[in-house]
Every structure is written in structure tokens, then in C-alpha cells.
């Protein structure tokens, strides 16, 4: 058994597999597993593929197809690890990545959120995908917020260190679709935990890159219904938990603008049909009345 399960999903970038494995330090108490999700023959070589020749990564070639969340669910049954850090392949971890880890072996905690910094997948140059979580972290600092608050700011997989017991206890899973398979897991996860803690340690780096997944889901009119899809599961869950601010979901009909009339109505079909269109008026409120003031 080891103290930590690293969980890397990957599809058809092994140049930027092979950046985050470098990221991540042999050690004997770190299991690193790498799922490929049925990347094609034309774009990797499986006899040379990026992990092999490290006897601490695991490398599991799933042939389903099924999506980053499918990849994740699949090293979740693989891991032994007392805590679960969960990455993307086209990221990769901070230079003091292990001793920031080690330092929260010990933690009581069943979550623990980091900072993180963000840059051009490409150039290198600084990017801005960090900033909203940074900025929550620091207010948990300062008292304006709890930790969980934090960490629902920016449901990501990526940042946090989640005791895989509490995990498999729980039954906390990732969503088997194409897009926002993350979400509902980072909320249930934050929602479910005993105790969430913040670190001011940055953990991790996050890339903007064209064509990545995160990038397609601001393209593609079926990846931006699957989303919404994901953010009323949202809301309705949060209806248990005062503390979460819900999305404004009505600002989602004029996100749907840009895909065109069908997708418009489709939106306000699943708004109304779940029964949130009206739902996190008070967030849409806040926004507005912000707005108002610094004008």
C-alpha cells in the first residue's frame, strides 16, 4: 500500500503525458496510474508509451472510449494509495510537488485544496485559469470563507488530495460523460467530507491548449447541453447545503446565444423540465447588485 495514488486519465497527447510524468518524482510511497482512454494508433506509440519504462507507473490501456471521467473511475479501483491527487495529462505538478504532499500525509482531513498556478500549454506564458481558486483559497485564509466554500469556487479534479477511504466509503464516482465528468464529483466530495482543509502551498500547474477538452467545451453546442446537464444536478444537490452558492442558471440562456435558436430553447426546455430556471436568483442578484456599485 502506498501513502499516495496519483490518477492520470489520457487521450492521444503523449509528448504532454510524458511532461506531467516528469513533474511527478519516483518515490516508493507514490503509485502513479495512467489510463489511456483508446488513444489512436495514429497518434501514439504503444510500444514506447510514456510511463512504461518507470516501474512506479502503472499503465492501464482501456479500450471503452468512455471519456476522462470513465479513465478516472477506472485508476480509482486500481489505487491503494492512503490519499487519491487526481491530474489531467496536459498539466503538470509544481517542483516542490512531493514535499508539499508529504507535509499533509498526517492530516485529519478527508479534502485538502491547493493552489495553482496556470500557463499557455504552448508558450509557457502566464495564463489566468488559476486566479478564481487562488483568490478563494486566500479569503479561507483571512476567515471571509470556510474551506469548503473554497473548494466548491472551482470544482476541479485537479488541486486536491482526497483520503481514498472516505472516497470508497462514500461511493463518490465521476460522471461517465464527455464533459463536466469532474463536477458532481469535486462537489460531493467537498459536500461529503468531515473536514475540508486549504493549503497556501501551490500544488499544481494548469494549461490552456487549444483543442483540449476544456477548450471544446466552449465550442460545441452538445458539450455546452451536457455541461448544463451537470451544473442543475448541481444546484439541486446544493439545495441541502445552504453554504454553497448556486449558479444562476438563468444566465445559461444567454450563454445558449452563440449556439444558436434550437440550442436556446433546448436550454429552457431542461431548465423548466428540472424545475431551476429560477434557481440561484440570490447569486444573480449578488452579481447585479456588485455590478452596480463600481459603475
Given at each position: 500500500?502506498?501513502?499516495?495514488?496519483?490518477?492520470?486519465?489520457?487521450?492521444?497527447?503523449?509528448?504532454?503525458?510524458?511532461?506531467?510524468?516528469?513533474?511527478?518524482?519516483?518515490?516508493?510511497?507514490?503509485?502513479v496510474i495512467v489510463v489511456?482512454?483508446?488513444?489512436?494508433?495514429?497518434?501514439?506509440?504503444?510500444?514506447?508509451?510514456?510511463?512504461?519504462?518507470?516501474?512506479?507507473?502503472?499503465?492501464?490501456?482501456?479500450?471503452?472510449?468512455?471519456?476522462?471521467?470513465?479513465?478516472?473511475?477506472?485508476?480509482?479501483?486500481?489505487?491503494?494509495?492512503k490519499w487519491l491527487i487526481?491530474?489531467?495529462?496536459?498539466?503538470?505538478?509544481?517542483?516542490?510537488?512531493?514535499?508539499?504532499?508529504?507535509?499533509?500525509?498526517?492530516?485529519?482531513?478527508?479534502?485538502?485544496?491547493?493552489?495553482?498556478?496556470?500557463?499557455?500549454?504552448?508558450?509557457?506564458?502566464?495564463?489566468?485559469?488559476?486566479?478564481?481558486?487562488?483568490?478563494?483559497?486566500?479569503?479561507?485564509?483571512?476567515?471571509?470563507?470556510?474551506?469548503?466554500?473554497?473548494?466548491?469556487?472551482?470544482?476541479?479534479?485537479?488541486?486536491?488530495?482526497?483520503?481514498?477511504?472516505?472516497?470508497?466509503?462514500?461511493?463518490?464516482?465521476?460522471?461517465?460523460?464527455?464533459?463536466?465528468?469532474?463536477?458532481?464529483?469535486?462537489?460531493?466530495?467537498?459536500?461529503?467530507?468531515?473536514?475540508?482543509?486549504?493549503?497556501?502551498?501551490?500544488?499544481?500547474?494548469?494549461?490552456?491548449?487549444?483543442?483540449?477538452?476544456?477548450?471544446?467545451?466552449?465550442?460545441?453546442?452538445?458539450?455546452?447541453?451536457?455541461?448544463?446537464?451537470?451544473?442543475?444536478?448541481?444546484?439541486?444537490?446544493?439545495?441541502?447545503?445552504?453554504?454553497?452558492?448556486?449558479?444562476?442558471?438563468?444566465?445559461?440562456?444567454?450563454?445558449?446565444?452563440?449556439?444558436?435558436?434550437?440550442?436556446?430553447?433546448?436550454?429552457?426546455?431542461?431548465?423548466?423540465?428540472?424545475g431551476t430556471l429560477f434557481?440561484?436568483?440570490?447569486?444573480?442578484?449578488?452579481?447585479?447588485?456588485?455590478?452596480?456599485?463600481?459603475?
Amino acid at each position: 500500500m502506498h501513502n499516495y495514488s496519483v490518477i492520470i486519465p489520457h487521450h492521444d497527447i503523449p509528448s504532454l503525458l510524458q511532461r506531467c510524468l516528469n513533474s511527478i518524482p519516483p518515490h516508493d510511497d507514490l503509485q502513479v496510474i495512467v489510463v489511456d482512454d483508446n488513444s489512436l494508433p495514429q497518434a501514439v506509440d504503444f510500444d514506447h508509451f510514456p510511463g512504461m519504462e518507470r516501474p512506479d507507473v502503472e499503465v492501464v490501456f482501456d479500450k471503452q472510449g468512455g471519456g476522462a471521467g470513465h479513465a478516472r473511475n477506472v485508476g480509482l479501483e486500481r489505487a491503494d494509495g492512503k490519499w487519491l491527487i487526481f491530474a489531467d495529462a496536459d498539466d503538470f505538478f509544481a517542483p516542490d510537488f512531493y514535499e508539499t504532499i508529504s507535509s499533509f500525509v498526517d492530516s485529519e482531513s478527508d479534502l485538502i485544496l491547493f493552489m495553482a498556478d496556470s500557463v499557455d500549454s504552448d508558450t509557457g506564458e502566464p495564463s489566468d485559469r488559476h486566479l478564481v481558486l487562488n483568490e478563494n483559497v486566500r479569503r479561507a485564509f483571512s476567515g471571509e470563507q470556510t474551506a469548503q466554500q473554497a473548494s466548491l469556487s472551482m470544482p476541479t479534479p485537479w488541486c486536491r488530495m482526497v483520503r481514498r477511504s472516505f472516497v470508497m466509503e462514500r461511493g463518490v464516482r465521476y460522471d461517465e460523460t464527455m464533459v463536466a465528468n469532474d463536477l458532481m464529483f469535486a462537489v460531493k466530495a467537498t459536500c461529503w467530507a468531515r473536514r475540508v482543509e486549504a493549503s497556501d502551498k501551490v500544488l499544481y500547474t494548469v494549461t490552456s491548449r487549444r483543442g483540449s477538452l476544456w477548450d471544446n467545451q466552449r465550442r460545441s453546442s452538445q458539450n455546452f447541453l451536457c455541461r448544463l446537464d451537470a451544473y442543475i444536478r448541481r444546484n439541486k444537490f446544493y439545495e441541502d447545503y445552504p453554504y454553497a452558492e448556486k449558479k444562476a442558471m438563468m444566465l445559461y440562456l444567454l450563454d445558449a446565444r452563440r449556439y444558436g435558436f434550437g440550442t436556446v430553447l433546448c436550454t429552457l426546455w431542461m431548465l423548466v423540465r428540472s424545475g431551476t430556471l429560477f434557481s440561484g436568483m440570490g447569486t444573480l442578484w449578488k452579481i447585479m447588485s456588485n455590478h452596480l456599485r463600481w459603475r
